[in-house]
């Protein structure tokens, strides 16, 4: 199951002054980092069949990051990703994320601004000359929330926080806020098939990370 807030909402919402209540998602990042956050712009939510545990590792791990995270970049194949200091997200590290592209090989530079084991993983855009993940905007947040249910299932939401180059991008342009919505799901779908086949292994093929602070 998916939930999709609608960009034209909540670029309303930006526009009309909304205060700190139409971004909660931005009031629990500042309780783990101390960077700036930018505007709200989209938010989409995946119900996955599998406990938090293998969604957290696999969120946390670089194995299939390129996979999911490029999905729907037209023109990329992704290859591969890594942190540049240890085997899974700290906070401070780098993660890379390397493709294909029309004009060779590219990567994006990720830093991983909040990190809350098992609840929190919020990436912000340090280098991205390809324009991999997005264009014309600044500030580019992708911060993941994990939230687990009795039934067994988890829950993650992919928040996108940036400042566009206008106030009004958001409503001048829908047809590339549809596009960013489009490759957000796209993603969250991928992830989602990943892990509940993970989850359907005995011994899955994961680092062995900590859930809980």
């Not at 783990?32 to 505007?39: E, R, S």
């Not at 942190?83 to 990720?110: C, F, Q």
């Not at 489009?182 to 990370?209: G, M, N, Q, T, W």
Request: aromatic share 8%; with cysteine; net charge neutral.
């Amino acid at each position: 199951m998916r939930r999709t807030f609608p960009i034209f909402i909540l670029a309303l919402a930006a526009a009309s002054g909304a205060s700190a209540q139409q971004d909660p998602w931005a009031e629990r990042l500042r309780a783990f980092t101390d960077t700036p956050i930018a505007d709200l712009q989209g938010v989409d939510c995946v119900s996955i069949d599998a406990p938090r545990a293998i969604v957290w590792r696999l969120l946390v791990g670089p194995e299939t990051a390129a996979t999911w995270m490029l999905a729907g970049v037209q023109g990329v194949i992704p290859r591969r990703a890594h942190y540049r200091k240890g085997l899974t997200a700290s906070k401070g590290d780098i993660l890379s994320l390397e493709a294909t592209t029309p004009r060779g090989p590219r990567h994006v530079d990720l830093a991983v601004i909040a990190f809350q084991p098992g609840e929190v993983l919020s990436f912000l855009v340090k280098s991205d000359e390809a324009r991999l993940l997005d264009v014309a905007v600044a500030r580019l947040t992708a911060s993941f929330f994990v939230e687990a249910w009795p039934n067994g299932t988890t829950d993650l939401t992919w928040v996108s926080h940036y400042d566009s180059n206008s106030p009004f991008a958001a409503l001048l342009s829908p047809s590339e806020a549809h596009q960013r919505n489009i490759r957000r799901l796209h993603a969250l779908d991928i992830f989602k098939s990943l892990a509940e086949s993970a989850a359907r292994l005995p011994y899955p093929p994961l680092h062995d990370v900590p859930t809980s602070p």
